[in-house]
């Protein structure tokens, strides 16, 4: 009773903490000065149509940095926590025919569509995030077709590492290409033409980096929450 | 503003499960909820009047500064919570397969996923 009636305090509690913010709230007419700066930026210095990527890679792009290693130290907390030869789980049956088949025509195209999303990042919506997660997604499929699938553990972990070091060292090679406060600016390769695939320096092969990074790391998630087998990481 | 007033109710929605509730995944299920309500916050905020999403493309005005520069004209969605919102889902992924890996894990151990064998945990 007491307990219920702590529950109820807390969500009230919560609901009265945003009650001003909703209460003052408008939406507003106009962008403030960060971000028209920012948008003004984009188009300019680094000739990136997607404004959001610009944000991610580069102005923030210390933060991304960072919210990968979160996203790598909770892969590792799932690979820990579950080791997959106790896993044994009920017996799993066999696929039927037309989702073998389906799933693999559809795998590749949904690597491939993965991979483009990741790409064109700084020209089309999405970006390294999304397109990682895509890709996990076709190897979810994959696992759930083929009960006896067996991701290669060592492709995923050199993939992991080599994806990862590569974006920092995109990052340290701005740092000794343009000065002292260039850390992850992208701008040590040709900016090239306004929405050609080309363009916009470094951001495509940073955002590829955190692409193969992601949907590796998550295709390691899945695998490890599948049980059977053994994992070593 | 209806999505902001969305995503508060989903927030208490969300908090409410995680304390009411005494199944393992249940909670989970919460966190996700606030979660997603939190996500919707985040991208209200941003969100300018009549405007669209933050790419310059064919669809966004762009005009010619006395300098050389490009200046935008028309009106786009501020970047900056989209920006977050856009790492915010894949960490909060990431933190849900870690919790429901920490509640497979007690379900091996302790062989339930009521919290009230926890004892240490709520009650």
Same mark, same amino acid.
């Given at each position: 009773?007491?307990?219920?009636?702590?529950?109820v305090?807390?969500?009230?509690?919560?609901?009265?903490?945003?009650w001003?913010?909703?209460?003052?709230?408008?939406t507003?007419?106009?962008?403030?000065?960060?971000?028209?700066?920012?948008i003004?930026?984009?188009?300019?210095?680094l000739?990136?149509p997607?404004?959001?990527?610009?944000?991610v890679?580069?102005?923030?792009?210390?933060?991304t940095?960072g919210?990968?290693?979160?996203?790598?130290?909770?892969?590792?907390?799932?690979g820990?926590?579950?080791?997959r030869r106790?896993?044994s789980?009920?017996?799993?049956?066999h696929?039927?025919?037309?989702?073998?088949?389906?799933?693999?025509?559809?795998?590749?195209l949904?690597?491939?569509?993965?991979?483009y999303?990741?790409?064109?990042?700084?020209?089309?919506p999405?970006?390294?995030?999304?397109g990682?997660v895509?890709i996990a997604?076709a190897?979810?499929?994959?696992a759930?077709?083929?009960?006896?699938f067996?991701?290669?553990?060592?492709l995923?972990s050199?993939?992991e590492?080599?994806?990862g070091?590569?974006?920092?060292?995109?990052?340290l090679?701005g740092?000794?290409?343009l000065?002292v406060?260039?850390f992850?600016d992208?701008?040590?390769?040709?900016?090239?033409?306004?929405?050609?695939?080309f363009s916009?320096?470094a951001?495509?092969?940073?955002?590829?980096?955190?692409?193969?990074?992601?949907?590796?790391?998550?295709s390691v998630?899945i695998?490890s929450?599948?049980?059977?087998?053994?994992?070593?990481? | 503003?209806?999505?902001l007033?969305?995503g508060i109710?989903?927030?208490?929605?969300?908090?409410?499960?995680?304390l009411?509730?005494?199944?393992?995944i249940?909670?989970?299920?919460?966190?996700?909820i606030l979660?997603?309500?939190?996500?919707?916050?985040?991208? %209200? !905020?941003?969100?300018?009047?009549?405007? /669209? =999403?933050p790419?310059?493309?064919?669809? $966004?005005?762009?005009?010619?500064?006395?300098?050389g520069d490009?200046?935008?004209?028309g009106?786009?969605?501020?970047p900056?919570?989209?920006?977050l919102?856009?790492? %915010? !889902?894949?960490?909060g992924?990431?933190? /849900? =397969?870690?919790?429901?890996a920490?509640? $497979?894990?007690l379900h091996?151990?302790?062989g339930?996923?009521n919290?009230d064998?926890?004892e240490?945990?709520?009650w």
């Amino acid at each position: 009773m007491i307990k219920q009636l702590l529950t109820v305090l807390a969500v009230i509690g919560v609901a009265w903490l945003l009650w001003p913010f909703l209460k003052e709230f408008r939406t507003p007419a106009s962008l403030n000065p960060l971000a028209t700066d920012y948008i003004q930026g984009s188009v300019n210095d680094l000739n990136m149509p997607n404004v959001v990527t610009a944000v991610v890679v580069t102005y923030r792009g210390l933060d991304t940095l960072g919210e990968v290693t979160v996203l790598f130290l909770a892969t590792a907390g799932v690979g820990f926590l579950i080791r997959r030869r106790e896993l044994s789980g009920a017996k799993k049956r066999h696929a039927t025919e037309i989702l073998k088949t389906g799933a693999t025509f559809l795998a590749p195209l949904i690597v491939m569509f993965g991979a483009y999303i990741f790409i064109h990042g700084h020209l089309t919506p999405g970006g390294g995030f999304q397109g990682g997660v895509v890709i996990a997604s076709a190897m979810l499929l994959l696992a759930l077709a083929f009960t006896d699938f067996e991701f290669s553990h060592r492709l995923l972990s050199w993939l992991e590492s080599l994806s990862g070091l590569a974006y920092v060292a995109l990052g340290l090679l701005g740092l000794v290409l343009l000065g002292v406060d260039a850390f992850l600016d992208p701008r040590f390769l040709p900016l090239g033409r306004w929405l050609h695939l080309f363009s916009s320096g470094a951001v495509p092969l940073i955002y590829s980096c955190i692409g193969i990074k992601v949907g590796s790391e998550l295709s390691v998630v899945i695998d490890s929450l599948r049980g059977k087998g053994d994992t070593e990481c | 503003m209806l999505v902001l007033i969305c995503g508060i109710l989903l927030m208490l929605a969300g908090i409410w499960t995680m304390l009411a509730k005494k199944n393992l995944i249940r909670i989970i299920i919460g966190f996700s909820i606030l979660d997603t309500g939190t996500h919707l916050l985040i991208v %209200a !905020i941003g969100y300018v009047k009549n405007a /669209t =999403a933050p790419i310059i493309d064919a669809g $966004v005005k762009l005009a010619a500064a006395p300098n050389g520069d490009k200046l935008v004209l028309g009106k786009v969605v501020d970047p900056v919570p989209s920006a977050l919102v856009l790492t %915010a !889902i894949v960490i909060g992924l990431a933190v /849900t =397969a870690l919790m429901l890996a920490y509640a $497979v894990r007690l379900h091996k151990t302790r062989g339930s996923v009521n919290i009230d064998d926890y004892e240490e945990q709520k009650w």
